[in-house]
Nanobody
Framework: QVQLVESGGGSVQAGGSLRLSCVAS????????MGWFRQAPGKQRELVAR???????EYIDSVKGRFTVSRDNAKNTVDLQMNRLKPEDTSTYYC?????????????WGQGTQATVSA
C-alpha cells in the first residue's frame, strides 16, 4: 500500500499564491507519474499538472504560466506552486501517483486539500 499525504492549501485573494505539497510513502518500487488533480463542486475531477518519469511537466491550458509543478524523485514528493490565482481555481486539489510495486502499476490519491480564491 501507498499513502499520499498532502499539505498546503488555504484561502487567498485573487492574484495571490498558494503552495501544495505531497509526499508518497509505503510500498514503492518506483513512481511512474506524480501530479495534481482538482475537483470543484458539481464538476468532474480534472488533471491540473503532472510529471511523468523522464518527461517534462505537463499542464492544462488554464494554468499554464501561473502554476509550476515540481517533483523530487529521491524524496517521492510533488509540489504545486500556484501563482496569480483566480476565483475559478477554487477547488479541492488531490495529489495523484501512479506507482509501480514490482510488476503492478496502481493509482493512489491523497485525501484532498482545499484552495479557495476570493475575488
Amino acid at each position: 500500500q501507498v499513502q499520499l499525504v498532502e499539505s498546503g492549501g488555504g484561502s487567498v485573494q485573487a492574484g495571490g499564491s498558494l503552495r501544495l505539497s505531497c509526499v508518497a510513502s509505503g510500498s514503492i518500487f518506483s513512481i511512474a507519474v506524480m501530479g495534481w488533480f482538482r475537483q470543484a463542486p458539481g464538476k468532474q475531477r480534472e488533471l491540473v499538472a503532472r510529471v511523468i518519469s523522464g518527461g517534462s511537466p505537463e499542464y492544462i491550458d488554464s494554468v499554464k504560466g501561473r502554476f509550476t509543478v515540481s517533483r523530487d524523485n529521491a524524496k517521492n514528493t510533488v509540489d504545486l506552486q500556484m501563482n496569480r490565482l483566480k476565483p475559478e481555481d477554487t477547488s479541492t486539489y488531490y495529489c495523484h501517483a501512479a506507482v509501480w510495486d514490482t510488476d503492478t502499476l496502481s493509482n493512489y490519491w491523497g485525501q484532498g486539500t482545499q484552495a479557495t480564491v476570493s475575488a
